[in-house]
């Protein structure tokens, strides 16, 4: 509940755990969950987050906050929907069709006039939406909202410093400095030879590609383990953990009994374990997400983003936004 | 369908559920030998780091979820 309430001040909102809090909280312990319903619609009345952030509240929790409140914010978060699946950046999320039906059934309990409303204006809401364009607001109106409330842009962290007596190259991996993409195109073209390989059911030829990924892992485990400049993400997430993991899927893809044998030659003892979790899951029809270092470090520059879905069968993978 | 289990292995973790299975079949059912090998993992993921050890049983907690376990799940995670 602390951090609920100290979040607003570092301009960051956990608006998940929030919901996830006053799903925790006790049936009879109305109070906190209205407390955490009031921050968050202040937040958004002071415009640093969507009202969609409060949809998952008011769905869950309607009947004990403030029925002005919920009532305001229903019709905005539906047009929110609306915008969204009109004007979507990779595809349709189908947005308002799911929350249609959550929402509309509770203000029409709240209010039924202002439901049948909605319901008689929806033609015409999307087409103003249409119109109104992608964006509720315009450059302009954000930076002259950003000076009214005295928004401080984030400091940017610290450029970092690869200590002295540290081999590892900058912003690569095995490669040196100035080819920023060296170990990126290694691994995708391992992965592209590999499936060639597999297409035309070439399996000597398919395991020599393997081997080429196997030598790739460990040279990219050089890095992540470097004790001058470790990596300091979790081990999960280390590029040489996905690299070992990524391999050995294709690996699965000759026999089950061969990458059990190849996963054995993994040096490192918790990959090793990591992997074949990976496995046994993908075994069950769970395929891993593949995180790009780029996304979950903030250390340094891990590197580029690999292609997997250009190089792998989608079978064989999750996408990590899951956007299927 | 039964699967030999590791002596020592999580009494949650033994049961081989009735799971989907998409490669051809092998020698060995994959779907059991898959529960072997994570009823294993999650068993030496003890000795880990914490975080490979909460990898992997969040790995073995969501097949538990998979198939209806809600109480091995559970298990799972307080272990964790």
Redesign the interface.
């Known amino acids: 509940m602390d951090a609920v309430r100290r979040a607003p001040a570092d301009n960051w909102f956990p608006f998940g755990p929030a919901v996830a809090l006053m799903k925790a909280s006790p049936v009879q312990n109305v109070t906190v969950r209205r407390e955490i319903f009031a921050v968050t619609y202040a937040i958004y009345r002071k415009r640093q987050a969507s009202a969609t952030s409060l949809g998952p509240m008011i769905e869950e929790f309607w009947r004990e906050l403030p029925r002005d409140q919920v009532l305001e914010l229903i019709p905005i978060i539906l047009k929110e929907a609306i915008r969204g699946d009109i004007y979507f950046i990779k595809r349709p999320m189908h947005a308002y069709e799911g929350l249609k039906p959550q929402l509309l059934p509770i203000l029409r309990e709240l209010d039924s006039a202002k439901a049948e409303q909605w319901e008689r204006d929806e033609k015409q809401t999307f087409e103003e939406i249409r119109k109104a364009g992608p964006s509720w607001a315009d450059v302009a109106e954000i930076r002259r909202r950003q000076e009214s409330m005295d928004v401080t842009p984030a400091l940017s962290p610290a450029p970092y410093k690869k200590p002295s007596g540290s081999p590892k190259p900058r912003g690569v991996a095995a490669c040196s400095e100035n080819e920023p993409r060296c170990q990126q195109n290694r691994v995708e073209h391992a992965l592209e030879s590999i499936e060639e390989h597999l297409k035309k059911n070439e399996m000597d030829l398919a395991k020599a590609g393997i081997n080429r990924g196997y030598r790739i892992a460990p040279s990219q485990g050089k890095l992540d383990t470097d004790p001058l400049d470790p990596n300091q993400v ?3 997430h280390w590029p040489s953990t996905v690299n070992w993991e990524v391999f050995s899927l294709m690996a699965s893809r000759i ?3 061969y990458v059990l044998q190849r996963v054995k030659e993994i040096p490192d ?2 990959i090793r ?2 992997t ?6 993908m ?4 395929r891993p997400i593949f995180p790009c270092p780029g996304l979950h470090n903030n250390y340094h520059d891990e590197g580029a983003c690999i292609a997997y879905q250009k190089y792998m069968p989608r ?1 064989l993978f999750s996408w990590a936004n899951n956007w299927e | 369908m039964a699967a030999a289990v590791p002596p020592g292995a999580l009494t949650a973790l033994s049961p081989v559920p009735q799971a989907s299975q998409k490669n051809p079949p092998a020698a060995v059912p994959l779907d059991a030998m898959a529960w072997q090998m994570l009823v294993a993992a999650f068993e030496e993921s003890k000795t880990a780091s914490p975080a490979v050890h909460a990898q992997v049983a969040l790995d073995s907690a969501k097949q538990l979820d998979q198939d209806n376990k809600k109480s091995d799940e559970a298990v799972v995670l307080r272990e964790a």
């Open positions: 979790s081990k999960t026999s089950p009994e003892s918790e374990l990591l074949r979790a990976m496995l046994a899951r075994w069950f029809d769970h079978e």
